[in-house]
């Protein structure tokens, strides 16, 4: 009982644009949180989470 392919892929690309958007935004996070401002660097880090969390609902939405 295989799910349609299409079905699957419903979603891929969108969950793509939000991981890539995650990784950069975890990145430059880190880099403001050790050589800049803390502050500034964890709300992007959390930011970055928070997309990560609806990449996440869209994949269980699948």
């Not at 990145?27 to 050589?35: D, K, Q, R, S």
């Amino acid at each position: 009982m295989h799910r349609n392919n299409r079905q699957e892929d419903r979603y891929l690309k969108t969950r793509n644009i939000l991981n890539t958007i995650f990784v950069v935004g975890a990145v430059i996070g880190m880099g403001i949180y050790f050589w800049g401002n803390r502050t500034v660097g964890t709300i992007v880090i959390l930011v970055s989470m928070a997309i990560k969390m609806v990449e996440c609902v869209l994949r269980f939405m699948k």
